[in-house]
């Protein structure tokens, strides 16, 4: 089944304790992002990857880290999470400019 | 700034009605991307149209149509006699060729509640 798998679902940490979302595409897909969603705020860009070792920033990169070292991987990196990072996260993979396809979100809360 | 504005933050409607959500959308590239998707009570965010920039014809899919105006940066969507299903929060999004399709850019989102 064609899919966007993401892990944790569900993570409560404290401020400053590093952490890893993982996330992973079986479709061959080039292109991959993390959004962040919070109320009134829609979906914004964190990071995006056009292709194996090629990042670029989103719209609200602070405070996070990516690497795509493998096309089917990529993990967001939160190396010292604060309270305003709590939030739903979303990871997306597509082809180029067709539609992306979405994980089944990570939310996160940063006590 | 926001490239895609979504000014209704909720509808609400009684089932059956039709409802409308407006998108007006900003941005300099003549070659563009516009999508539509629904993130139902769930959560997943669900597709459920692309149209580029060089295709101004309306689509109906169903009892979903849109209609897309260059000439004011508009892409609408209006959902005929709604059902309580319909109710969801629906983005309205705008990928560029500029930025080489990398970023997708959202509205806030509009919440639609259909009631019976």
């Known amino acids: 089944e064609a899919q966007v798998t993401q892990n944790p679902r569900y993570l409560i940490t404290v401020t400053g304790k590093k952490l890893t979302v993982t996330c992973s595409q079986n479709?061959?897909?080039?292109?991959m992002s993390w959004y962040r969603q919070d109320p009134g705020l829609g979906l914004r860009q964190i990071y995006y990857?056009?292709?194996?070792?090629?990042?670029d920033k989103g719209d609200v990169p602070e405070g996070y880290k990516v690497s795509r070292k493998e096309k089917r991987n990529f993990p967001l990196i939160l190396e010292s999470p604060s309270p305003n990072q709590t939030s739903l996260y979303f990871c997306?993979?597509?082809?180029?400019?067709?539609?992306?396809?979405f994980g089944p979100g990570t939310r996160l809360t940063v006590l | 700034a926001q490239k895609v504005t979504q000014a209704q933050t909720e509808i609400s409607v009684v089932e059956k009605e039709d409802v409308t959500l407006d998108c007006v959308y900003e941005?300099?590239?003549?070659?563009?991307?516009l999508f539509w998707y629904k993130q139902p009570p769930s959560g997943e965010l669900v597709f459920l149209i692309r149209?580029?920039?060089?295709?101004?014809q309306n689509e109906i899919s169903g009892r979903y149509s849109w209609n897309f105006q260059k000439s004011t940066s508009s892409f609408n969507f209006t959902i005929t006699a709604s059902q309580v299903v319909d109710s969801a929060v629906y983005f309205c999004?705008?990928?560029?060729?500029?930025?080489?399709?990398?970023?997708?850019?959202f509205g806030a989102g509009t919440q639609v509640v259909v009631t019976p």
């Open positions: 997306a993979s597509s082809l180029s400019n067709t539609e992306q396809f």
């Open positions: 479709m061959n897909h080039e292109y």
């Open positions: 990857s056009m292709n194996v070792e090629v990042t």
């Open positions: 941005t300099r590239d003549t070659t563009y991307y």
């Open positions: 149209r580029n920039s060089f295709d101004e």
């Open positions: 999004a705008l990928s560029e060729r500029s930025d080489s399709w990398g970023k997708l850019q």
